[in-house]
């Protein structure tokens, strides 16, 4: 199973960008497609209501997958020194894209001050810890 086959059984839309970038990227591996469907099977996106019971699920696993991926302070800054998108994407459990680094760098945003702020908000995207610089 892949992600366009949930899209299409949830009813989600495909131009829905954001959400399908979640999923594509939270979903990463066959147990996890698994684990989601079957914890959304029967909603349908077009639903207010269900669209938040597929967020929670969602939001979930995402917290899950930062369980697993706890990094240091040091081996976050040492990795954002070779590839800021991949130590990113590891701490925050979220894709990231060439433009959130650009828009970092010209905050000034100290990989320091990322994990820090990481470990205040736990489950804040990077757009959200931005919010606190």
Not at 74 to 81: A, T
């Given at each position: 199973?892949n992600?366009n086959?949930?899209v299409?059984?949830?009813?989600i839309?495909?131009n829905?960008?954001?959400l399908?970038n979640?999923?594509?990227?939270?979903?990463?591996?066959e147990?996890?497609r698994?684990?989601?469907?079957?914890?959304?099977?029967?909603?349908?996106?077009?639903?207010?209501?269900h669209?938040?019971q597929?967020?929670?699920?969602?939001?979930?696993m995402?917290?899950?997958?930062?369980?697993k991926?706890k990094?240091?302070?040091?081996?976050?800054?040492?990795?954002?020194?070779?590839?800021?998108i991949?130590?990113?994407?590891?701490?925050?459990v979220e894709?990231?894209a060439?433009?959130?680094?650009?828009?970092?760098?010209?905050?000034k945003?100290?990989?320091e001050?990322?994990?820090?702020?990481?470990?205040?908000?736990?489950?804040?995207?990077?757009?959200?810890?931005?919010?606190?610089?």
């Amino acid at each position: 199973m892949n992600t366009n086959t949930i899209v299409k059984t949830l009813n989600i839309d495909p131009n829905a960008f954001m959400l399908v970038n979640e999923l594509n990227y939270i979903l990463s591996t066959e147990q996890d497609r698994e684990l989601f469907i079957n914890a959304t099977q029967g909603l349908n996106a077009k639903l207010f209501s269900h669209r938040r019971q597929m967020d929670s699920v969602l939001r979930s696993m995402r917290k899950e997958k930062m369980k697993k991926t706890k990094v240091s302070m040091y081996e976050f800054v040492n990795q954002f020194k070779i590839d800021p998108i991949a130590a990113l994407s590891n701490l925050l459990v979220e894709r990231i894209a060439p433009i959130h680094i650009r828009i970092v760098n010209e905050r000034k945003v100290t990989a320091e001050r990322i994990y820090e702020l990481h470990q205040q908000y736990p489950h804040e995207y990077l757009m959200g810890l931005l919010i606190w610089v």
